[in-house]
């Protein structure tokens, strides 16, 4: 038999391309393992099925190729290609589904497939209308007489739907998953073709189908070729639902109406399809109302749980400050009482610097465990920050004092650690709330009383009183005023004298700050000071301090009077690496010998480092200056600190001059003395120190602390902190030729009898006071008060008075 040349030029390239497409799809399989390897087994069974149905087709053609087939031949080889085509088709649209990101849960796969469907039964009403009567768009060739063909064409169409909905779906970049795509197309309208012209009996139809088959075979086979997937598909199968749902609704729309326009009639076919397409839509978008339910219970859920978590302490697990407020604003709300309970770690800062974050996350964790524990039910405890706890009672609760005192008891026990247990004490304020205040105010209150229980010395509970926002009032306000004491001339110094003994001649003098507001009026340095060091003004202060003692020493000094002034420092000025330099700075603007300077420290800095602090009393007897310690009796050092402390001079507090009454000598005759003073006396001569008696306030107490050999007093008997020219009064009556000795009233002395240089200042005798430097004249501000010069960086002085 003899077959013409350009059936066999196109039937055998078709036939070796086909197997070569097919043998590649099969190796693609082999050389991958796991859930990955179904996609490319499906796409090479959908190859092998295409490669069937082709060699079917072409083997037909061959078999008869001037004659087309016998009618009886119709009824089998049609339909075998058909179904070969149709399984090919679904095997292919199986592989496509089975690629990642196509498949992430049942109702997505089903939206996916509704979604194909609309497209394929579009797709196959166009086409009814293009092929049948009256439009017969093939004419005479359109494959009417063989019913079979129309498995074939509903197989085309849903491989095309899948196709095209996969693609779309896809995320970039497209390529190798468009030529997939593409191929399976090709794939499906070649067998669509071979078929039809196996039933038509045209070869033309047939072999050209056949290479268009084999040509799409080829393309899937390269496009999976590689070892990596062709793409990745987008699961987020909603946003392009209007793409799906409109155009192809307007597809068939449009085609109908054409349809009509030529005349045309709907038969069965029609009817069914135009059916398909409603009811796909109709589940398609019953899918997807389902689906946003779905999503807007879930979205519903996590808003809660977020709300939930943004008014949650994530450490404790506690309500955080939003929550607390939330809880307050619901108490407001329904007219239901409240108490309020701030409470506060004592020393929690502690644990965190010495025993690191870990420790102190897991000891507020305890502390989170230890309030749910110990709270009745409805009480919320939250966690404001840091250290800071709230416990918020439901109703006008009269047993908050005693929930307090067992939550003191509760959170003081022991916090047991893997490094060691940790001890810590709680601050409670306590504020009660009616119906109708408001929540932040109720919080503003316990906030006031918990700084009002730790003002009094932590652990313990203190209720909220009104008086607590007066006070508050007054230091927000002095803090603010304070500001601009130095600028509106509101500050001035007073001056203790230090009376050498026991002729009470005035040799020396402590310099105290005074405050004095034009509305507040005189404002007690116990108070200032400390509102100083909090808000961070002690610096500046301390420098004014510093630089007006020392111009005014300067003034003495030229005036021709032996005597030295001291300024009190605070330990944070102390601790200030600068401070040496300014003291230095401040002795050489004012020409003032250094020795003549003395610098009290209280024994509250030898508590902090007493190592630094060595280090830095070193350095400033480096100066020349010289260091008492203040207050030696009633504070914290120790004898071996003493033993270490650079000092020249020891302070005798008070306390220990007038706690005891005076004893006499045993077996001797003699005046009394005081005990304590006497100690400290041998203690301060062993160490090569002078003793100045504090807080002389008697006759008694002045002849107790001479007979214990004390050489220096300083105290209300003596007088108290006056302003510069009435010390200087009393420095010319002691110097005046007709003086007496005699005690030295508050007020300006009578004139004593002038005595020796003074023994704190032996190296002094050498230059007689003419020859001290000049003074340099003050600077005069524009408001007319006396300004030092250039002050450098702030240091500060302790302006409480001794008394």
């Given at each position: 038999?003899?077959?013409?040349?350009?059936?066999?030029?196109?039937?055998?390239?078709?036939?070796?391309?086909?197997?070569?497409?097919?043998?590649?799809?099969?190796?693609?399989?082999?050389?991958?393992?796991?859930?990955?390897?179904?996609?490319?087994?499906?796409?090479?069974?959908?190859?092998?099925?295409?490669?069937?149905?082709?060699?079917?087709?072409?083997?037909?053609?061959?078999?008869?190729?001037?004659?087309?087939?016998?009618?009886?031949?119709?009824?089998?080889?049609?339909?075998?290609?058909?179904?070969?085509?149709?399984?090919?088709?679904?095997?292919?649209?199986?592989?496509?589904?089975?690629?990642?990101?196509?498949?992430?849960?049942?109702?997505?796969?089903?939206?996916?497939?509704?979604?194909?469907?609309?497209?394929?039964?579009?797709?196959?009403?166009?086409?009814?209308?293009?092929?049948?009567?009256?439009?017969?768009?093939?004419?005479?060739?359109?494959?009417?007489?063989?019913?079979?063909?129309?498995?074939?064409?509903?197989?085309?169409?849903?491989?095309?739907?899948?196709?095209?909905?996969?693609?779309?779906?896809?995320?970039?970049?497209?390529?190798?998953?468009?030529?997939?795509?593409?191929?399976?197309?090709?794939?499906?309208?070649?067998?669509?073709?071979?078929?039809?012209?196996?039933?038509?009996?045209?070869?033309?139809?047939?072999?050209?189908?056949?290479?268009?088959?084999?040509?799409?075979?080829?393309?899937?086979?390269?496009?999976?070729?590689?070892?990596?997937?062709?793409?990745?598909?987008?699961?987020?199968?909603?946003?392009?639902?209007?793409?799906?749902?409109?155009?192809?609704?307007?597809?068939?729309?449009?085609?109908?109406?054409?349809?009509?326009?030529?005349?045309g009639r709907f038969d069965a076919l029609g009817i069914v399809a135009g059916s398909v397409e409603g009811f796909a839509l109709v589940a398609r978008q019953y899918l997807?109302?389902?689906?946003?339910?779905?999503?807007?219970?879930?979205?519903?859920?996590?808003?809660?749980?977020?709300?939930?978590?943004?008014?949650?302490?994530?450490?404790?697990?506690?309500?955080?400050?939003?929550?607390?407020?939330?809880?307050?604003?619901?108490?407001?709300?329904?007219?239901?009482?409240?108490?309020?309970?701030?409470?506060?770690?004592?020393?929690?800062?502690?644990?965190?610097?010495?025993?690191?974050?870990?420790?102190?996350?897991?000891?507020?964790?305890?502390?989170?465990?230890?309030?749910?524990?110990?709270?009745?039910?409805?009480?919320?405890?939250?966690?404001?920050?840091?250290?800071?706890?709230?416990?918020?009672?439901?109703?006008?609760?009269?047993?908050?004092?005693?929930?307090?005192?067992?939550?003191?008891?509760?959170?003081?026990?022991?916090?047991?650690?893997?490094?060691?247990?940790?001890?810590?004490?709680?601050?409670?304020?306590?504020?009660?709330?009616?119906?109708?205040?408001?929540?932040?105010?109720?919080?503003?209150?316990?906030?006031?009383?918990?700084?009002?229980?730790?003002?009094?010395?932590?652990?313990?509970?203190?209720?909220?009183?009104?008086?607590?926002?007066?006070?508050?009032?007054?230091?927000?306000?002095?803090?603010?005023?304070?500001?601009?004491?130095?600028?509106?001339?509101?500050?001035?110094?007073?001056?203790?004298?230090?009376?050498?003994?026991?002729?009470?001649?005035?040799?020396?003098?402590?310099?105290?700050?005074?405050?004095?507001?034009?509305?507040?009026?005189?404002?007690?340095?116990?108070?200032?000071?400390?509102?100083?060091?909090?808000?961070?003004?002690?610096?500046?202060?301390?420098?004014?301090?510093?630089?007006?003692?020392?111009?005014?020493?300067?003034?003495?000094?030229?005036?021709?009077?032996?005597?030295?002034?001291?300024?009190?420092?605070?330990?944070?000025?102390?601790?200030?690496?600068?401070?040496?330099?300014?003291?230095?700075?401040?002795?050489?603007?004012?020409?003032?010998?250094?020795?003549?300077?003395?610098?009290?420290?209280?024994?509250?800095?030898?508590?902090?480092?007493?190592?630094?602090?060595?280090?830095?009393?070193?350095?400033?007897?480096?100066?020349?200056?010289?260091?008492?310690?203040?207050?030696?009796?009633?504070?914290?050092?120790?004898?071996?600190?003493?033993?270490?402390?650079?000092?020249?001079?020891?302070?005798?507090?008070?306390?220990?001059?007038?706690?005891?009454?005076?004893?006499?000598?045993?077996?001797?005759?003699?005046?009394?003395?005081?005990?304590?003073?006497?100690?400290?006396?041998r203690l301060g001569h062993q160490l090569g120190l002078e003793v100045i008696a504090e807080g002389v306030t008697t006759p008694t107490e002045l002849a107790a602390v001479v007979a214990a050999g004390c050489r220096f007093g300083q105290g209300a008997l003596f007088g108290w902190g006056v302003p510069a020219e009435h010390?200087?009064?009393?420095?010319?009556?002691?110097?005046?030729?007709?003086?007496?000795?005699?005690?030295?009233?508050?007020?300006?002395?009578?004139?004593?009898?002038?005595?020796?240089?003074?023994?704190?200042?032996?190296?002094?005798?050498?230059?007689?006071?003419?020859?001290?430097?000049?003074?340099?004249?003050?600077?005069?501000?524009?408001?007319?008060?006396?300004?030092?010069?250039?002050?450098?960086?702030?240091?500060?002085?302790?302006?409480?008075?001794?008394?």
């Open positions: 038999m003899r077959f013409p040349p350009g059936m066999v030029a196109v039937a055998l390239p078709s036939a070796l391309v086909a197997v070569t497409a097919t043998l590649l799809l099969v190796g693609s399989v082999r050389r991958r393992s796991g859930p990955d390897r179904r996609p490319y087994a499906l796409l090479a069974a959908a190859g092998g099925f295409a490669l069937v149905g082709l060699l079917v087709g072409v083997g037909l053609v061959l078999g008869d190729p001037h004659h087309p087939p016998h009618p009886a031949r119709l009824t089998g080889w049609p339909v075998l290609i058909s179904v070969a085509v149709t399984l090919s088709g679904l095997a292919a649209a199986a592989g496509l589904l089975r690629l990642p990101g196509a498949v992430v849960s049942r109702p997505a796969t089903a939206r996916l497939l509704l979604d194909a469907l609309i497209v394929a039964t579009a797709l196959w009403f166009v086409g009814w209308v293009l092929f049948s009567a009256p439009t017969r768009l093939l004419g005479s060739a359109t494959p009417v007489a063989c019913p079979a063909i129309l498995l074939a064409t509903v197989n085309t169409a849903l491989t095309v739907g899948v196709t095209l909905t996969v693609l779309l779906r896809a995320a970039p970049p497209r390529g190798r998953l468009g030529l997939l795509g593409a191929g399976v197309t090709g794939v499906a309208a070649g067998g669509l073709g071979v078929a039809g012209g196996v039933c038509q009996g045209g070869p033309g139809m047939t072999l050209t189908s056949a290479a268009l088959l084999a040509v799409g075979l080829l393309a899937v086979a390269l496009a999976v070729h590689r070892v990596e997937a062709p793409g990745q598909v987008d699961v987020d199968l909603i946003r392009r639902d209007g793409a799906y749902a409109f155009v192809p609704m307007f597809a068939m729309a449009a085609s109908a109406m054409y349809h009509l326009a030529q005349g997807t109302l389902n689906d946003m339910r779905g999503y807007a219970g879930r979205l519903a859920e996590r808003e809660k749980h977020f709300r939930e978590l943004a008014h949650t302490d994530p450490l404790t697990g506690l309500a955080n400050r939003r929550g607390l407020l939330r809880e307050l604003q619901r108490c407001a709300d329904e007219g239901v009482g409240c108490v309020l309970l701030g409470l506060d770690l004592d020393g929690f800062k502690n644990v965190n610097d010495m025993r690191g974050h870990d420790v102190g996350d897991m000891v507020l964790a305890e502390v989170g465990r230890r309030l749910r524990g110990n709270l009745r039910p409805g009480d919320l405890a939250a966690r404001l920050g840091g250290d800071e706890f709230a416990v918020l009672m439901r109703g006008r609760s009269a047993d908050a004092d005693v929930v307090a005192e067992r939550l003191l008891g509760v959170l003081g026990r022991a916090y047991e650690q893997s490094g060691g247990p940790v001890f810590l004490s709680v601050s409670i304020g306590v504020a009660g709330q009616c119906g109708d205040a408001d929540s932040v105010a109720l919080l503003r209150h316990a906030d006031l009383a918990l700084r009002y229980a730790k003002q009094r010395g932590k652990n313990r509970v203190e209720r909220y009183d009104g008086t607590h926002d007066q006070l508050l009032l007054r230091r927000t306000r002095l803090e603010h005023e304070m500001r601009g004491a130095i600028e509106r001339d509101e500050l001035r110094l007073v001056f203790q004298p230090v009376a050498s003994l026991p002729s009470v001649r005035p040799v020396g003098a402590e310099a105290l700050l005074r405050w004095h507001h034009p509305e507040l009026g005189n404002v007690r340095p116990d108070e200032f000071i400390p509102l100083a060091e909090e808000c961070g003004m002690i610096a500046k202060l301390g420098a004014w301090v510093l630089h007006q003692a020392c111009w005014q020493l300067s003034r003495w000094l030229a005036d021709g009077h032996d005597v030295w002034v001291s300024v009190n420092v605070s330990p944070r000025e102390l601790h200030a690496p600068e401070y040496v330099v300014q003291v230095a700075e401040a002795l050489r603007a004012h020409h003032v010998p250094p020795q003549r300077l003395v610098l009290e420290v209280t024994e509250h800095a030898v508590a902090t480092d007493l190592d630094e602090l060595i280090r830095r009393l070193t350095a400033l007897r480096r100066t020349g200056v010289r260091i008492a310690l203040d207050d030696f009796g009633a504070g914290y050092s120790s004898l071996g600190q003493l033993r270490r402390l650079p000092i020249d001079i020891l302070k005798i507090d008070h306390s220990l001059v007038a706690e005891h009454e005076p004893v006499r000598p045993v077996d001797t005759d003699g005046p009394a003395f005081a005990p304590m003073v006497d100690i400290v006396m010390l200087e009064a009393m420095l010319d009556a002691a110097t005046s030729p007709g003086a007496r000795p005699g005690p030295l009233p508050a007020a300006p002395p009578s004139a004593p009898l002038r005595p020796g240089p003074s023994p704190l200042l032996p190296r002094l005798r050498a230059n007689p006071p003419a020859s001290v430097p000049p003074v340099p004249a003050p600077r005069v501000s524009q408001e007319g008060s006396a300004q030092v010069g250039p002050v450098g960086k702030p240091g500060t002085g302790d302006g409480v008075p001794r008394s």
